[in-house]
């Protein structure tokens, strides 16, 4: 499994947000990390 951060979804009523979260948790290599909700472009 896949190192999330933060290590479990915000609240959100997205069911599709939800999904992807779930599906690249189980479906990585434990040697990826992935960052959920993370702005990478400032203003």
Known sequence: MALMI????????SEGELAVFS??????????IV????RWITS
């Open 6 to 13: 933060p290590y479990k979804p915000f609240d959100t009523h």
């Open 23 to 32: 599906a690249l948790e189980s479906g990585l290599d434990d040697n990826l």
């Open 35 to 38: 960052f959920h909700s993370v």
